[in-house]
């Protein structure tokens, strides 16, 4: 089944405690890129990338950390997470060329 | 950078037949997207529209007037399951794959 998956689901931290969230996709596309999901805030996008070894910063990055060692995986690292950082967190995938993005199931993220 | 407008919330009867506007302001401008969020969901791929017109999916239709800068989602025959949120995102010019989400349109359909 053509997917994006996302580990964890559920997280519940401390502050400063270094955390990375997984996303693998089984679609080989060439786009990845992280969202997060604030109330009244909607989507905003955090990295992105076009393709293995190229990222880049969207609409909020700080405190954010990403690679793209492997077409397939996008994990996202806070490295000293804090409270600011509790939200809904979503990986998406897209063929190269096309506006259709594949989310995944989003993880929750509670920074104490 | 961009912004996009559109409304929080919108309430329909079953049956009947609901638009979600969205107005944008970016500084270039590839596309127009929809997508439909369920409560605690991931959200899903609606349309998507680059040229100026009516595109159409079944029940949902979407329409876009670059000149404008303007847009809407058109959902006909309204079901309960379609009570969701419905964003429109585009494209920002300064990269081909900078996507900006509005803050969503929550739509609650009623019997």
């Known amino acids: 089944e053509a997917q994006v998956t996302q580990n964890p689901r559920y997280l519940i931290t401390v502050t400063g405690k270094k955390l990375t969230v997984t996303c693998s996709q089984n679609?080989?596309?060439?786009?990845m890129s992280w969202y997060r999901q604030d109330p009244g805030l909607g989507l905003r996008q955090i990295y992105y990338?076009?393709?293995?070894?190229?990222?880049d910063k969207g609409d909020v990055p700080e405190g954010y950390k990403v690679s793209r060692k492997e077409k397939r995986n996008f994990p996202l690292i806070l490295e000293s997470p804090s409270p600011n950082q509790t939200s809904l967190y979503f990986c998406?995938?897209?063929?190269?060329?096309?506006?259709?993005?594949?989310f995944g199931p989003g993880t929750r993220l509670t920074v104490l | 950078g961009q912004s996009l407008e559109q409304p929080s919330e919108v309430t329909a009867v079953e049956g009947a037949i609901v638009q979600i506007n969205c107005t944008y302001q970016?500084?270039?401008?590839?596309?127009l997207s929809w997508y439909q969020q369920h409560d605690g969901g991931a959200p899903t791929f609606l349309s998507y529209?680059?040229?100026?017109g009516l595109e159409e999916t079944g029940r949902f239709s979407s329409f876009l007037s670059r000149s404008d800068s303007y847009g809407y989602l058109l959902l006909q025959e309204l079901q309960m399951k379609d009570s969701a949120s419905y964003f429109c995102a585009v494209r920002d010019s300064s990269g081909y794959s900078t996507l900006t989400f509005g803050k969503g349109t929550m739509l609650l359909v009623s019997p």
């Open positions: 679609m080989n596309h060439e786009y």
């Open positions: 990338s076009m393709n293995v070894e190229v990222t």
């Open positions: 970016t500084s270039g401008f590839y596309g």
């Open positions: 998406a995938s897209s063929p190269h060329g096309t506006d259709t993005q594949y």
């Open positions: 529209n680059a040229l100026d």
